[in-house]
Protein backbone atom coordinates (compact mmCIF):
# COMPACT_ATOMS: atom_id res chain seq x y z
CA UNK A 1 0.00 0.00 0.00
CA UNK A 2 1.04 3.73 -1.04
CA UNK A 3 1.61 6.05 1.56
CA UNK A 4 -0.41 9.05 1.31
CA UNK A 5 0.95 11.76 -0.67
CA UNK A 6 1.22 15.36 1.02
CA UNK A 7 -0.70 17.26 -1.96
CA UNK A 8 -3.30 14.44 -2.05
CA UNK A 9 -7.05 16.00 -1.05
CA UNK A 10 -8.01 14.65 2.29
CA UNK A 11 -11.46 12.99 0.18
CA UNK A 12 -9.01 11.18 -2.35
CA UNK A 13 -6.81 10.05 0.61
CA UNK A 14 -9.97 8.79 2.45
CA UNK A 15 -11.29 6.66 -0.83
CA UNK A 16 -7.80 5.40 -1.28
CA UNK A 17 -7.79 3.97 2.23
CA UNK A 18 -11.33 2.62 2.34
CA UNK A 19 -10.58 1.49 -0.98
CA UNK A 20 -7.66 -0.82 0.48
CA UNK A 21 -9.52 -1.99 3.53
CA UNK A 22 -12.42 -2.87 1.14
CA UNK A 23 -9.88 -5.02 -0.71
CA UNK A 24 -9.34 -7.13 2.31
CA UNK A 25 -12.41 -9.47 2.65
CA UNK A 26 -11.50 -10.31 6.63
CA UNK A 27 -11.87 -7.74 9.02
CA UNK A 28 -9.13 -9.54 11.01
CA UNK A 29 -7.05 -8.74 7.91
CA UNK A 30 -8.27 -5.25 7.94
CA UNK A 31 -7.59 -4.53 11.39
CA UNK A 32 -4.17 -6.05 11.10
CA UNK A 33 -3.55 -3.86 8.30
CA UNK A 34 -4.61 -0.70 10.06
CA UNK A 35 -2.25 -1.43 12.92
CA UNK A 36 0.70 -2.62 10.82
CA UNK A 37 0.77 0.91 9.59
CA UNK A 38 0.34 3.20 12.78
CA UNK A 39 2.96 1.24 14.25
CA UNK A 40 5.68 2.25 11.35
CA UNK A 41 4.11 6.41 12.26
CA UNK A 42 6.25 8.32 14.36
CA UNK A 43 4.74 9.36 18.36
CA UNK A 44 3.00 12.43 18.55
CA UNK A 45 5.04 15.20 20.06
CA UNK A 46 5.53 15.50 23.62
CA UNK A 47 3.92 19.22 22.62
CA UNK A 48 1.18 17.60 21.26
CA UNK A 49 0.27 14.65 24.42
CA UNK A 50 -1.38 17.60 26.77
CA UNK A 51 -3.76 16.73 29.54
CA UNK A 52 -5.90 18.83 27.44
CA UNK A 53 -5.67 16.00 24.45
CA UNK A 54 -6.01 13.09 26.72
CA UNK A 55 -9.39 11.42 25.59
CA UNK A 56 -11.96 11.49 28.44
CA UNK A 57 -12.61 7.92 30.37
CA UNK A 58 -10.05 5.92 28.41
CA UNK A 59 -8.09 3.06 30.32
CA UNK A 60 -4.77 3.96 28.59
CA UNK A 61 -3.19 7.21 27.62
CA UNK A 62 -4.62 8.50 24.53
CA UNK A 63 -4.19 11.80 22.62
CA UNK A 64 -6.83 13.30 19.90
CA UNK A 65 -5.50 16.59 18.96
CA UNK A 66 -8.23 18.28 16.72
CA UNK A 67 -8.07 22.16 16.03
CA UNK A 68 -10.31 24.36 13.15
CA UNK A 69 -9.40 26.62 10.97
CA UNK A 70 -11.40 28.63 8.67
CA UNK A 71 -13.67 25.74 8.69
CA UNK A 72 -11.21 23.20 8.00
CA UNK A 73 -9.77 20.47 10.04
CA UNK A 74 -6.28 19.41 11.72
CA UNK A 75 -6.14 16.15 12.94
CA UNK A 76 -3.82 13.75 14.64
CA UNK A 77 -4.15 10.74 17.63
CA UNK A 78 -1.65 8.95 19.69
CA UNK A 79 -2.11 6.34 22.40
CA UNK A 80 0.18 3.64 24.40
CA UNK A 81 -2.63 1.11 22.57
CA UNK A 82 -1.59 0.10 19.18
CA UNK A 83 -5.38 -0.45 18.12
CA UNK A 84 -6.27 2.77 19.60
CA UNK A 85 -3.43 4.65 17.80
CA UNK A 86 -4.10 2.76 14.61
CA UNK A 87 -7.93 3.46 14.44
CA UNK A 88 -7.96 7.05 15.62
CA UNK A 89 -4.89 7.76 13.25
CA UNK A 90 -6.92 6.64 10.57
CA UNK A 91 -9.70 8.71 11.40
CA UNK A 92 -7.64 11.08 11.64
CA UNK A 93 -6.04 10.87 8.42
CA UNK A 94 -9.01 10.40 6.72
CA UNK A 95 -10.11 13.83 8.05
CA UNK A 96 -7.31 15.55 8.35
CA UNK A 97 -7.42 18.87 6.07
CA UNK A 98 -11.44 18.41 5.97
CA UNK A 99 -14.24 20.70 5.99
CA UNK A 100 -16.66 20.90 8.87
CA UNK A 101 -19.43 20.67 6.58
CA UNK A 102 -18.06 17.38 5.05
CA UNK A 103 -17.58 15.65 8.61
CA UNK A 104 -21.05 15.94 9.42
CA UNK A 105 -22.64 14.45 6.15
CA UNK A 106 -22.48 11.87 6.31
CA UNK A 107 -20.59 11.31 9.69
CA UNK A 108 -17.26 8.94 9.97
CA UNK A 109 -18.76 5.43 10.23
CA UNK A 110 -16.49 3.68 7.79
CA UNK A 111 -14.39 1.98 11.07
CA UNK A 112 -17.78 0.50 12.30
CA UNK A 113 -18.76 -0.26 7.93
CA UNK A 114 -15.72 -1.75 7.34
CA UNK A 115 -16.03 -4.42 10.58
CA UNK A 116 -12.67 -2.85 12.42
CA UNK A 117 -14.80 -2.04 15.55
CA UNK A 118 -16.35 -5.38 15.90
CA UNK A 119 -12.53 -6.75 16.63
CA UNK A 120 -12.05 -4.77 19.18
CA UNK A 121 -12.72 -4.67 23.61
CA UNK A 122 -15.60 -2.69 24.17
CA UNK A 123 -13.54 -0.33 25.95
CA UNK A 124 -11.68 0.77 23.10
CA UNK A 125 -14.54 0.33 20.58
CA UNK A 126 -16.49 3.03 23.02
CA UNK A 127 -12.96 5.30 23.04
CA UNK A 128 -13.25 5.21 19.09
CA UNK A 129 -17.02 5.60 18.85
CA UNK A 130 -16.42 8.84 21.71
CA UNK A 131 -13.93 10.16 19.93
CA UNK A 132 -15.59 10.05 16.16
CA UNK A 133 -18.80 11.48 18.04
CA UNK A 134 -16.66 14.27 19.78
CA UNK A 135 -15.59 14.87 16.08
CA UNK A 136 -19.13 15.38 14.57
CA UNK A 137 -20.37 17.08 17.44
CA UNK A 138 -17.01 19.86 16.92
CA UNK A 139 -17.81 19.90 13.41
CA UNK A 140 -21.15 20.45 13.96
CA UNK A 141 -20.53 23.43 16.63
CA UNK A 142 -18.14 25.12 13.87
CA UNK A 143 -20.84 27.08 12.57
CA UNK A 144 -20.23 26.31 8.72
CA UNK A 145 -23.41 26.24 7.86
Known sequence: MDLPSHTEDASSRRRRIVSALEALTDPQQRLQWVVERARNK?????????????????????????????HRWTLAADSDAVTLKALLGLLAECYDGESSQ????????FLERLGLLRQLAENRRATVLRVAQGLVAQAEADGWA
Do not use: M
Open 102 to 109: VIVAPPPD
Open 42 to 70: PPLPDAARTDACRVAGCQVRTWWNAACHD
